[in-house]
């Protein structure tokens, strides 16, 4: 893969960006290129480093470590991006950096080559989603490898799979949007001739699983979870197989987890909750909301999407959720706010850890909620969504001797180069809400009855005390 977007740069393009996540990872790169160069004559090695092919053709080296430093190749145009490695980096690295991709050459071919390996980690599952009609198991119109789709991002920034090429889009200023092309192409070690000759593919052999499949071309193989990682890959993606569209009969919708939104990029999210199963995540776009009464606006969607009287819960991070907070208990709708950064003083399912803060015991509540070896197994079924997946196994903790401590959000955040408020959302909700999962009848009547959650219902889960309507022991 490393061999054909330098092919590419050589023989197809006149200005090319080659990159990797960390400059250290460079040096074969360069390397190969002035082996087919042949001499280091037109090299510039002082970082970034740049090749000189000719007066007409130019190969820039670049890397991006942190989130943010791909902004470093803001303007400069290029005719060929050609990402080694690409699940090493982060989304939004990604589609900016694909931003500027851009010739006045009307004969010169503009493209992007993401050369990757699968993703090791949940970090990387972005590229599912990029790449879903190739890549998605539950893509409704899967594609066939090396076949041509197109696509257009929205006016949400997301991606729209549209017709074919002529199948162009009007946003709301009336510009029109063009699609462009894209393609996924299958590799193997045996592809490769001259690692098909060596002892490469026996040194892959010896690998432990999922390291050996993934490295052979297996691209949908699990991946190994990372270390101290609260909550296992496998166990999420147990609960969304679990999912069907459509809610338990007879389940009323328990509560809602609301990660809330300060406008720009950053959209709110609502994860309706009917006892374990999760309905589709709701995203209201940043941009849509109105920063001068964000308040009464976010309320009125919240209210507009919650059912059975159920519990709103909002995050109050940041400060965005304070107006909407307001706008709801003004209204006598049930809403609880939820800090993660307040200390708790609730204890794992065996009573034996306690926790620094409230987040870190959400993440172990819903670690413990997933795991498919509790009586009965696990209640919980999850919307099919590669993000929530990401999301939900990105953070890690660690044992202190005040009790389990998860990564900080901010951290995991610069991890994945964006806001966790998919998971966050789904956490919340089942942490602070009721759960009628075991008498579901009784619910009910009492909603009838009184209009809203008087009595205690007694919920066994994973062997712990009996909740309360509020979600408390």
């Not at 991006?64 to 430093?69: C, E, M, N, Q, T």
């Not at 941009?287 to 999407?305: F, L």
């Not at 709801?328 to 049930?334: I, K, R, S, Y």
């Not at 809403?335 to 870190?360: I, P, Q």
Request: glycine fraction near 10%.
């Amino acid at each position: 893969k490393s061999q054909l977007i330098l092919g590419l740069a050589f023989n197809e393009h006149k200005r090319t960006l080659l990159m990797r996540r960390q400059y250290g990872e460079l040096d074969r790169l360069v390397e190969d290129a002035l082996k087919i160069h042949g001499s280091r004559d037109g090299f510039n090695g002082s970082p970034p480093p740049k090749l000189k092919v000719s007066a007409a053709q130019i190969i820039d080296f670049a890397a991006a470590h942190r989130v943010g430093d791909e902004q470093g190749q803001m303007g400069k145009g290029r005719d060929l991006l050609g990402i080694d490695e690409a699940t090493h980096f982060a989304e939004q690295q990604i589609r900016f950096l694909m931003g500027w991709n851009r010739t006045d050459d009307p004969k010169q071919r503009v493209r992007t080559v993401l050369a990757t390996n699968p993703p090791l980690t949940a970090e990387g599952l972005w590229v599912i989603e990029m790449f879903a009609p190739w890549l998605d198991p539950r893509y409704p119109n899967p594609a066939k490898a090396g076949e041509l789709r197109w696509v257009v991002s929205n006016e949400d920034g997301k991606d729209e799979w549209v017709k074919g090429e002529f199948d162009v889009r009007v946003n709301a200023a009336g510009k029109t949007i063009r699609p462009t092309s894209r393609t996924y192409i299958p590799a193997k070690v045996s592809d490769n001739p001259y690692y098909a000759a060596s002892d490469y593919e026996r040194q892959l052999d010896a690998m432990p699983e999922p390291y050996r499949s993934l490295l052979m071309g297996g691209f949908r193989t699990s991946f190994r979870d990372l270390p101290n990682q609260i909550i296992p890959t496998k166990w999420v993606t147990l609960a969304q197989e679990r999912w069907r569209p459509t809610p338990p009969q007879g389940i009323p919708m328990c509560a809602m987890g609301v990660d809330a939104s300060g406008g720009g990029e950053d959209p709110m999210i609502i994860a309706p909750r009917h006892d374990g199963w999760f309905a589709e995540l709701t995203e209201v776009p940043g941009k849509d909301i109105p920063m001068d009464r964000s308040g009464s606006y976010c309320a009125g969607v919240v209210i507009g999407y919650r059912r059975d009287k159920a519990l709103v819960v909002v995050d109050m991070g940041g400060g965005y959720g304070g107006p909407m907070y307001e706008h709801l208990v003004g209204n006598e709708v049930e809403t609880r706010a939820y800090k993660g950064a307040e200390a708790s003083t609730r204890r794992s399912a065996d009573g034996k850890l306690t926790f620094t803060n409230k987040r870190s015991a959400a993440l172990w509540y819903f670690r413990e909620a997933l795991d498919p070896g509790q009586p009965g197994g696990s209640p919980i079924a999850l919307p099919p969504d590669p993000r929530l997946v990401a999301d939900l196994t990105a953070p890690t903790f660690e044992v202190t001797p005040n009790g389990i401590k998860a990564e900080t959000k901010e951290k995991v955040c610069d991890r994945l180069g964006r806001s966790t408020d998919r998971g966050d959302a789904v956490v919340m909700s089942w942490f602070e809400g009721p759960r009628a999962s075991t008498d579901t009848l009784e619910w009910m009547g009492l909603q009838k009855r009184h209009g809203h959650f008087t009595k205690k219902p007694q919920v066994l889960t994973s062997g712990r005390p009996p909740l309360s309507a509020g979600g408390r022991r």
